[in-house]
């Protein structure tokens, strides 16, 4: 007789139906990839503001070393700069310092973490992005973030910008994770954390799209659970304000409100006073600027809007309101943002970098309306009369161009500019160390890239030079933490906030064993900005590193990367100097 088991039938639930995957590209791929470019910036690009150096990276380089330079912006008096972003950066370093003695190994590991967090809030956007609009617009967005150079430069930089763009990644990533709910409290907490801890203005950034959920609240009449989630998402943001006051208030020994502050000091500083100081440039600043590091994608991003637009108007029956109003709160806050920063006088690159996230979705949605006519089929259409092949090789050939132009002008960035990170490693040599404990910095003040480069206990020191501004000064050495803090909450001499020389920041040029210095055969000696790299008599080369001539190099040399091969011409070739660690001579003695 047959088991009982072998002859019932046991009905079987038919297997569900496999649902598709909303990624082209699955997300660890996503996340391996933008690694990648992260790591690479990370350990090759260059510092591109002394900002980041001064107000950053040396405040960190005290925490963990006990010594470094102190810009006027971290003194009690103004107060516009917060310990808590600086001292979450300063804690990977220490933590990397319980495994690596080399203080130039901490530096690359707090960048090399950097890189990390920007990937992971690249690849939760993209995944927002596919699942809320559409797979290919996730594939396109993370194109233009992988292979851009702005993203490049900005995804490791260690800036108030670039913590607020990781932010709004995060903020943009919650608006549109609408899966189980509006994650409207979540994506404010996001927005407010980079407003607070990094950089204020960049709160502007989620006005659309508020506005975009009360709009969305009063038509389906659920505006109380709106008010409910910007409440709940505003208390959020008050506990991380009280955090950075407390983290504040204990280096600082008074309260301040240091995103009140900063934004006090740049629109109601008063005459003779602002960010307007320190330069103005003209309205096409961005422009330009956003063409360099983002090419076609800018121009994409810019025409968003307008294909929107014309999306409605000709596809009205299949676009509701909704979506559409959805789709201008998205685009919106580049334009904004655009807007804004372009009618201050005042422009730097970084102040680009919040925005970043929003001109890669621009531009992958404005890309993603022109696939989809390149791609339709209709009889009455002029596009249709192009072969299918024809319309997929053009558009491939563009997007692999951009990448090309990205890639190029990237890896022409590094080739060009990044001799700072690399000279002075001879000071890591104990026979080298040992000769002195300064290294002096004259007209290339503004390329030194932290004292994470110079060995235990070696500082940094300026010497006169054409620039008339306001150099950094010095912490108060400091061996515990306890003293750390005292001496963070002393005011420092000779600091304003008017970019007034301070003749009591230099020493004289006989007092340095160690000095950095540039030679250009093009440019000419002066006074106070002698050739000491020719001076074989008081002066020997460590090393040196090529960089780049801008003034002798032509645009295109400038712009991208250009090989050294014969047969292009010399007007094309890229023009270098040297960037050098000079050793004074045993036989000319220093004066202490």
Known sequence: MADKAETEYTPRTPPSKAQ?????????????????????????????????????????????????????????????????????????GKLASTFLESKSAQFYVIRLFLAFFCAACQTRLYSAICRSL??????????????????????TGFLPSTFT?????????????????????????????????????????????????????????SLGSVLYAIFDGGMRCLYIMILE????????????????NIVAYNIFGGEGKGPDIFGTEPWTFYIRNLLLNFNIWFVLALLSAPLLLIQVLFHLKSTSIQR??????????????????????????????????FLALNAALSCHLILAYLGSSYSNRTVSRIPVDIRLIAVVSIILAAVHAGMLRSFGMITAYNAPLNVLQPLQQVNVSQTGTSVCLGKEW???????????????????????????????????????????????????????????KYIDVSECAFLVDSYFPGREATELEPHYILDDSQWETLQCASFL?????????????????????????????QYCLLQRRANDKIVQ
């Open 324 to 357: 559409f109003g959805r789709s201008i709160a998205l685009v919106a806050p580049f334009y904004m943002w655009l807007g804004i920063f372009t009618l201050q006088p005042h422009k730097e690159e970084r102040f680009m970098y919040p925005a970043y996230p």
């Open 245 to 260: 006051v407390a983290i504040d208030y204990a280096f600082f020994r008074q309260v301040v409100l240091v995103p009140w």
């Open 446 to 504: 503004y390329r030194f890239p932290s004292s994470y480069f110079l060995p235990h206990n070696m500082h940094a020191k300026f010497i006169r030079s054409e620039f008339r501004g306001l150099l950094p000064g010095e912490f108060p050495d400091a061996p515990s933490y306890l003293d750390r803090l005292e001496g963070a909450s002393q005011i420092p001499s000779g600091m304003n906030d008017l970019n007034i020389e301070d003749p009591t």
């Open 20 to 92: 598709p995957s909303p990624f082209f590209v699955p997300l660890n791929i996503i996340l391996y990839l933008c690694l990648i470019s992260n790591g690479l910036a990370a350990l090759y690009a260059p510092i591109q503001d002394c900002d980041e150096v001064f107000n950053f990276w040396e405040p960190a380089h005290y925490l963990q070393h006990g010594y470094g330079l102190q810009t006027w912006e971290y003194s009690p008096v103004y107060s516009i700069r917060s310990w808590l972003y600086v001292s979450l950066h300063a804690a990977v």
């Open 134 to 155: 559409n797979p290919r617009i996730g594939v396109l967005f993370i194109t233009i973030v992988i292979f851009s150079p702005g993203t490049f430069h900005a995804a």
């Open 165 to 221: 763009m990781c932010t709004s990644m995060l903020g943009l990533a919650a608006f549109l994770n609408i899966k189980g709910g509006p994650k409207t409290a979540q994506g404010i907490m996001w927005f407010g954390l980079g407003a607070i801890v990094g950089w204020p203005f960049a709160g502007a950034l989620i006005l659309p799209l508020l506005v975009e959920e009360i709009i969305i609240g009063c038509i389906s009449r």
């Open 549 to 577: 001539d801008a003034t002798q190099t032509s645009l295109i040399g400038r712009l991208i990367w250009v090989p050294g091969l014969s047969f292009i011409p010399d007007s094309l070739q890229r023009k270098w100097g």
